[in-house]
């Protein structure tokens, strides 16, 4: 087996991409969702995505939940993934939902890696 051409996926430089939500999973010890999301055309030389999505909690006051609910808001709506204000919506809807996305660099964390992260679109006017 030659490994010699065996490197270690990096970051796409920051734009906008075309991306596909590879799997989501709730962290019930964390009360929020895991996502894990490929960025197209770049599934073999960059790594996923990884996103969190905070969810409200009992003891977030009124300022933090409607924060969290805005930021979720933003997701479902970026990757059209149905849901109703009522009822919410269902965590399997995620996988396979595709948008195009703003992906920003992290800044070097104290190793030196950099990451991308998610810079979703604002809510259009209503």
């Known amino acids: 087996m030659d490994l010699g051409g065996?490197?270690?996926?990096?970051?796409?430089?920051a734009g906008r991409y075309d991306l596909t939500i590879a799997?989501?999973?709730?962290?019930e010890d964390k009360g929020d969702i895991d996502?894990?999301?490929?960025?197209?055309?770049?599934?073999?030389?960059?790594?996923?995505?990884?996103?969190?999505?905070?969810?409200?909690?009992?003891?977030?006051?009124?300022?933090?939940?409607?924060?969290?609910?805005?930021?979720?808001?933003?997701?479902?709506?970026?990757?059209?993934?149905p849901y109703d204000e009522a009822s919410g919506f269902n965590i399997?809807?995620?996988?396979?939902?595709?948008?195009?996305?703003?992906?920003t660099l992290t800044e070097p964390d104290a190793n030196g890696a950099v990451y991308n992260r998610l810079n979703l679109d604002r809510l259009p006017s209503e």
């Open 6 to 13: 065996t490197v270690e996926p990096k970051p796409v430089a």
């Open 23 to 27: 799997r989501a999973e709730y962290r």
């Open 35 to 81: 996502v894990s999301i490929g960025i197209d055309g770049h599934e073999s030389d960059a790594p996923n995505i990884r996103h969190f999505i905070s969810l409200p909690k009992p003891d977030d006051d009124a300022g933090k939940v409607g924060f969290k609910k805005l930021f979720l808001k933003r997701f479902l709506v970026q990757f059209s993934i």
């Open 92 to 103: 399997e809807d995620l996988a396979g939902s595709r948008a195009n996305v703003q992906v």
